[in-house]
């Protein structure tokens, strides 16, 4: 086989990770070959420009089921009625935009016309901020109530594909580690995930019934697991066990194996942890785990949450501290 180029030379020149490559070809969009002397995927001609496809559709925010469908036929029926779709989706944030605009300026014009003399100072203009706050969301508002209702629709239409954030606290637990791994290395068959999960008697759950966590390094992992009090080296070999330290997170949920969520994610914490006395701890990984692990099937109680939400929940975890004080 001549002309293949590999996994990591696509990644590295295209700025992209090997898991999303690897996403991309779960879902149908790419397809790679491989070589009896070499264990790692490759892409020929046809897929790296499938691929710039791909990244092209995906800048213009389209979505990896859009895309499906897209190359799923042959016509240009389709892409013209996603790209249709996408200009009027434009087209009505525009409008949401610019009626927020005209909401924000109504009032600036009411502020302005309110007399600020004779002893307001800053309590007491922080009072007054205050009470108005609370006052939002009711009827009895001094404004233009329609405003305020209009101005919560307005900013949930504009937030509505963003996730909350939670801070939440990993307590320190003994765990086994598998060590920094290749992910083609963690999750082909019989790789090190199988291994992990031949332990599973002497594992723990440390928070959300969970008792993994998988820890990103670049274009590797470590998969570590949390084990029971008294667990030896010898129960988890040919694996180590260690002290994971725990600590400060930022989590957010994600959509399991979505990449577009899973970018979406990563974007909202870093826009988020901007405005708050944290910043991201570059001496610790983000990481990520499955919430409710046995819902899959070991335990049928568990199964109604992925059927509600029709996607299998992924918990995102950035590392963070609070920042130094001056």
């Not at 710039?52 to 859009?66: A, G, P, T, W």
């Not at 101005?151 to 580690?177: C, H, N, Q, S, Y």
């Not at 019934?209 to 040919?238: H, M, N």
Request: aromatic fraction near 12%.
């Amino acid at each position: 086989m001549t002309n293949l180029i590999k996994i990591k030379d696509v990644s590295s020149t295209y700025d992209i990770t090997a898991r999303t490559l690897r996403y991309y070809e779960d879902m149908g969009l790419l397809s790679s070959t491989r070589s009896d002397d070499y264990a790692y995927r490759m892409y020929d001609e046809n897929a790296v420009r499938r691929l710039e496809q791909v990244l092209i559709l995906r800048k213009l925010n389209i979505s990896i089921r859009d895309i499906q469908r897209i190359f799923s036929t042959s016509g240009s029926e389709v892409v013209l009625e996603v790209l249709g779709k996408k200009v009027q989706s434009i087209d009505d944030d525009l409008a949401l935009l610019h009626e927020l605009k005209e909401i924000v300026l109504d009032f600036i014009r009411e502020i302005e016309q309110v007399n600020f003399r004779n002893n307001y100072d800053i309590k007491q203009l922080y009072s007054k901020a205050k009470e108005i706050e609370t006052r939002l969301v009711s009827i009895d508002y001094i404004g233009k109530p329609s405003n305020i209702a209009r101005l919560i629709e307005v900013t949930e239409k504009l937030d509505k594909k963003v996730p909350d954030i939670m801070v939440v606290r990993i307590p320190g637990f003994r765990a086994v580690t598998v060590g920094e791994q290749s992910w083609e290395d963690m999750f082909r068959s019989g790789g090190f995930m199988y291994q992990l999960w031949q332990h599973v008697h002497l594992y723990k759950s440390v928070i959300f019934d969970c008792f993994d966590f998988l820890l990103t390094k670049g274009d590797q992992a470590e998969w570590i697991c949390a084990v029971k009090d008294g667990v030896t080296d010898s129960d988890v070999s040919p694996f180590r066990l260690f002290d994971f330290p725990g600590g400060l997170y930022a989590m957010a949920v994600s959509i399991d194996e979505d990449m577009e969520s899973i970018d979406k994610v990563a974007d909202k914490v870093g826009r988020w942890v901007e405005g708050t006395n944290f910043e991201l701890d570059a001496g610790r990984d983000v990481m990520f785990n499955m919430p409710y692990l046995y819902e899959d099937g070991r335990d049928p109680a568990y199964r109604d949450i992925e059927e509600g939400l029709g996607y299998k929940q992924m918990q995102r975890y950035f590392p963070i501290k609070l920042k130094d004080r001056i």
